[in-house]
């Protein structure tokens, strides 16, 4: 039984591996990530898989019959989204056995992530876990490594200090939003789309001062519930184009598969306003706005990356706090190796 | 007699570049070790430097019994005294973050760096401007249009290296310390139209006096100027017009003071030269610029 953990893998792409460009052909929506899920636990390889699929990364962990099981996985990855199989190995990691467990430890940590010590990982971990469980893609090995992560995870927060002095995408954001328009309270600010960071950094927003909030989203009930939140109006999707103009700062956080602002909406707008600059905040991905619109003089544009290698700015400060997190989880990591091995060589 | 007070006034305007340089160099070591700066001490510094400047040119001004603007060392002087009296006006009105440093920097470089030319600071004998309180008017309104013409360039920089921060997605720095673009963009346009419409005042009472006097003002002079003028006159009615991007602005209006500096030299030259043919007692008009 205990060959049963020589196969244990994840294969992943993450920010580490991938710039933003590739990381959004890589993306996969909710309904993908469950067929590619539900088609590698038809694999005969495999006997358990978990995908977890955030802004920041693609992971596909999973528990093999056979060490030999790479190739089958990565090619069902890339035949899947059509990507190039070459582009995809230079971009992404094979990790097994032990290095799984302190990865998928250190991943719900926040330790691996863009942000370092963020804890939007660890619910977006529970999610995937808990709907890889019901779809029974998961057994006792994968089950007990997520159980134990999130446990993990818990315990490298509370004795250190990893999560200390953070500065949050909601706080680069205003404070961005100072360095272009100065006092930030008068400016206008359209919200597309109904992700929960770009609904944090307009909270941001609006706890400094900022009063003229929009919301816009495909669906009018979800944008009027965020406007009802933030104090502010909805607008219909269909309507936000031509009312670009009006606003100073646009936060942009769809699930669209293409850019959703193209450069000539954003030039027009600009020609509508003239000499008033433009701070667009886009935290989707795939990306909303088309990357070419930071080529206009008066537009400021953010995405993601842009802003989360703002937000680690101060991360020199905490880096004896995230070596301290790493040990304890190298102590966790090698305790679960050692309980799921008793586990596998139990009778049962 | 005029050594000696030469000398003094050359020394108290010694101390007051210095007293500029040292609130320069300690603004921008504080930001270059990420360190927060004490914008009272630097605004202190440059009180004391003005204070110091203003002595000196007072003290030469007592002796010619004008306004020292007979020379390229005093043109040079009295520019840094007017940039630093606007510094005084526009800092607190629309607290601008670090232009105070910016400041000290460009009062430093334009108050040494002629105090390092000492052929610049040429005697002359006094009543250069003959008596006519027009001329005076004229020539102390030009150089303090320019003076006004040095913070536009100034906020201009300020605006071109917060953008370039902010385009480059730099967060740290200087950056941080700088106003936002949108505020450098306002102060610039409005005291870039102060700025042309002092210029434009001051060519108005010397036309008067050149209409009646045709051939006393160099065609150097003449030439150099209406360029300067019609430079920055382009620049207000091409941003009235909303034809002009900001980021182009700012770059037109650093060239166009570094113009308006060079120009100075030739300026200068001309009337030296106009002064040397004609008797000291019919020299009115040869100001620069």
Known sequence: MSEQLQSLFVLGSTHHEAPLELRERFALNATEVKNLQSQLHKLPGIEECLVINTCNRLEVYGLAKSPDIEDTVRNLLCSRNGIDRKVFDSHSFWRTNLDVLQHALEVSAGLDSQMVGETEILRQMKQAYESARREQCTGTILNRLFEKSFQAAKSARTQTGITRGQVSIGNVAVDLASRIFGKIASSRVLLIGSGEVAEK????????GV???TVTSRTFEKAHRIAHELQGAAIEFSDFRAQLHRYDIIISSTSAPN????K???TAACRARPRQPYFLIDLALPRDIDPAVDELDSVYLYNLDDLSKIANENLELRRAEIERARSILKGHAWNLWLQLHRRTLKPN | MLTEIAITDRFTITL???????AFLYGLTSIGLKKPYSRSLVFALIVVGFILQTIGLNQRGAEIKACPLGNLFEIGQFMAWSLVVLYFIVGPIFQLRTIGIFAAGLAALLSGGTLLVPSWDTPYPPGIFGGNHWIELH????IFSYGVFAIVALVSAMYLIQQYGLKKKQFKGIYQYLPSVQQLDTIAYRLLLTGTIVLSASLAFGSFFWIENLNSVPLVKLSMTCLVWAGY???VALRTQRRFATKRQAIISILLFLLALASLGPVDAARATTSAQKPAATDQGDIAP
């Open chain 1, 201 to 208: 950094t307009a909270q941001a927003l609006k706890s400094r």
């Open chain 1, 211 to 213: 009063a003229d909030i």
């Open chain 1, 259 to 262: 850019f959703i602002l193209e």
């Open chain 1, 264 to 266: 000539e909406a954003i």
């Open chain 2, 16 to 22: 007051a570049a210095v007293v500029y340089l040292i």
């Open chain 2, 139 to 142: 020539a102390a309104l030009a």
């Open chain 2, 233 to 235: 006159l382009s620049v």
